[in-house]
């Protein structure tokens, strides 16, 4: 049997509203609050569930705690008081320090389960929720020493339902992985793109998609990862202060013309095993298992659909594609993924039908 | 008139072979040379040309060098003496080392145009070549004071033949460019992706796209690299250091609990104001105008063919698409980029097909 029938959302911004909506569609009774009354309403206009009723109420299965980091201690504690539900979790991106306020505050441990659902977009809000947000995710989750055993089993069936993967993780290596793998890149891929202000426009246009991809996630919200960074400072300080010592001392090496010792080639072959440890597609490791078979697409009406039309006549399943923009051409070339075997069916079946095929 | 009907491309590697297809397409007679009978071999058999025949052939048009930067010199000397051709160009992807090497060997510097042309692959070798390798890239032209103007009117057509957009620049300007947009770009990357050797499983397992993103190109040959660091060490070591700097001042404003300073908070505001500044499709800034609708696509076969299918019925223009791999379960989710007045047509028609569409 379900342990979760009726649950409680604190906060109705990006992953509130999608984990709401994931629950709804479970048929999970959901009450939502919100300090802004206008977020609320949309949340609950989305379908996302009703408003939190402190009067008619009864104690829900689950509260969910959707709010910044700095602020999850203070609402736990509260809700907690006011006995909202029988198990309490969180949503916050950093999760040593929230256990730590929380115990100052005099919180029950034993019925709060830290966690962290790996899902996010670039934009926020509730109207950028999706009930898919969490879809093939992992989810951390991170029980303390005092955490109650049932607790932990409801809150893995809050993460199941959402379609995430639960992962039970200690918090403060929670903390250092996610510096490792999510905090450090992004300060990382800004630094590398703070490189080009200023930069003339006849170097820019040399740009190719790696400096697209590298520099992707600097896109993002200052503001929101300055508020990430200063709740995990220690971990990704020692982190960026690692990854500033191999840089200069490649910079050195290069300086003193030694580009094959230690301090660049070793570097870069560290660099692809690293890359290569990177789980892939289906939570595997890497897949060196399709073939890619590029093909010219115009800048055309239904161009792209047309050509997974033609595959898909010839009965190939495409498994990725990634298309690669064309700086001042009205052409791109669209990298189809594909079994090994299924290359020569795909090639020739596009041919026929006039597409450019460079398997 | 075309000024170039017969040409040289001396190496048949992945760029050589690349361009003589390029030119075969355009009905130019190519002559290859390779040191590498088995690679020589090859490149003819897939159509890029004929063996080079000192016997039997006059100039050329044109000679391409496709060698590593510390070949191109000696090459462009042997081919040089031997008058192969009226003009003569590179590939190399640095150039003041080159020039400078060149005028060293007593080349002549007016008929020679040294060039980048910005295409590359994972792969290498001519079995990796394609046609349309340039298209739509641009192609660095780093003629000197001596350069005659001829012979840059006929290497800007080479260019153009291959697709590629012709882009005049200084040869130090260039090689400050592509230090700045691609090589420190790549030490960077390996640097955040050698920090994952040695993480435990479970850290890994919490990586998600921003991971991949910044770290893809890290999965690159770390030898030739070496070798094109070795060749533009100053001015990779320039921007190496500057990004290593940024790097440990951050990690020294975090330790000392000041993320809102310049060090950190100023260094993600100038890396946005960065990533911002990189030319986007068709050589334009980036455009925002597209709204991204997402799709849920099931691990099964020719899921993402019925889902271009169903867009194409609708009437509708998939202008990029992405692709979010979800670790860990058989689903993923597909971003389709349309125009922001077709997002309501195509939600509705993809509904109707059963699509789980999150527009």
Chains 1, 2 share one sequence.
Request: glycine content about 10%; some cysteine; aromatic content about 2%.
């Amino acid at each position: 049997m379900s342990r979760i029938g009726r649950a409680v959302v604190a906060g109705a911004g990006l992953i509130g509203t999608s984990i709401a909506l994931a629950l709804r569609e479970h048929g999970v009774e959901v009450r939502l609050s919100d300090p802004d009354p206008a977020a609320l309403r949309l949340a609950c206009d989305l379908g996302a569930g009703g408003p939190f009723d402190p009067a008619a109420d009864r104690p829900a299965d689950i509260a969910i705690i959707a709010a910044p980091p700095s602020a999850v201690p203070a609402v736990l504690r509260d809700i907690q008081d006011r006995g909202l539900a029988h198990v309490y979790t969180d949503a916050a991106s950093v999760k040593d320090g929230v256990i730590t306020e929380a115990e100052r505050l005099g919180c029950d441990l034993s019925t709060f389960v830290p966690g962290h659902p790996m899902g996010g977009r670039e934009k926020s809000g509730p109207s950028a929720a999706r009930s898919d947000l969490f879809l093939g995710r992992s989810w951390a989750l991170c029980p303390t020493g005092k955490t109650d055993p049932g607790a932990v089993a409801t809150v893995t069936e809050l993460a199941r339902i959402c379609g995430a993967e639960p992962l039970t993780i200690d918090a403060a290596a929670h903390d250092r992985a996610v510096a490792l793998v999510s905090h450090a890149p992004h300060v990382a891929s800004a630094a590398v793109a703070a490189r080009l202000l200023g930069a003339d426009t006849a170097a820019l246009a040399l740009a190719g998609q790696g400096l697209r991809d590298v520099t992707r996630i600097a896109g993002g919200d200052p503001h929101l990862w300055v508020e990430i960074l200063r709740h995990n400072a220690g971990p990704v300080a020692q982190v960026l202060q690692e990854v500033a010592a191999d840089l200069a001392g490649a910079a050195r090496a290069l300086r003193a013309a030694d580009p094959a010792g230690a301090p660049v080639q070793g570097l870069l072959d560290r660099g692809r095993r690293g890359h290569d440890a990177i789980p892939g597609k289906h939570g595997a490791q890497r897949t060196p298992d399709y073939a890619v078979v590029p093909v010219v697409i115009p800048d055309e009406p239904n161009a792209l659909g047309r050509l997974f039309a033609a595959a898909g006549e010839a009965g190939i399943n495409i498994e990725d594609v990634r298309i690669d923009h064309s700086p001042g051409l009205p052409v791109g070339v669209a990298q189809l993924s594909v079994l090994p075997g299924a290359v020569a069916d795909l090639a020739r079946a596009l041919a026929e039908r006039g597409w450019s095929v460079h398997a």
